[in-house]
């Protein structure tokens, strides 16, 4: 069957099946290869993406769910670099093998897009992505600084 999705404000079609996750329409069917494979049950988080603002693990999504969603990946963040969130990670260096770091970002956009100057309590309640590395204080401190926060209120 064929699905026609909002995908980064333009519409995709994609001819699968509808309990095909969205996450394998995004990297297979459209060639969106930014939203990584993790743990294929939702639980790692490093193939988050947004669907009307809210954060959805694409690999439980089945495609025939996301109806007339507007899906955001991590390639509609910034192609540049050029998001404060993107700017944040790199002065953190946040990021160690990385592999996570595309679904991170997006759960973060979204934590700071409903709290703009988030609390350590807020980041750890929205930041339920997994990282092998365990950069959680790097992503922690690169939250605080793309909210504009200053170094003191960094504890």
Request: hydrophobic fraction near 40%; charged fraction near 20%; glycine fraction near 10%.
């Amino acid at each position: 069957m064929a699905y026609t999705l909002n995908i980064n404000g333009a519409a995709r079609t994609a001819d699968v099946e509808g309990d095909t996750p969205l996450l394998w329409v995004l990297r297979d069917t459209l060639g969106l290869t930014g939203t990584k494979y993790g743990c294929g049950a939702g639980v790692c988080g490093a193939c988050t993406v947004h669907i009307d603002g809210q954060v959805v693990r694409s690999c439980v999504m089945p495609v025939s769910a996301v109806g007339k969603g507007k899906v955001r990946t991590i390639e509609a963040l910034s192609p540049d670099r050029s998001h404060a969130l993107q700017q944040a990670w790199i002065a953190e260096q946040v990021p160690q093998c990385g592999y996570c770091q595309s679904g991170m970002l997006m759960a973060a956009a979204a934590l700071l897009k409903s709290h703009p100057k988030p609390s350590d309590a807020q980041i750890e309640e929205a930041m339920t992505n997994l990282c092998r590395c365990g950069t959680y204080p790097r992503v922690r401190r690169a939250i605080r600084r793309a909210a504009g926060m200053h170094v003191e209120e960094l504890a």
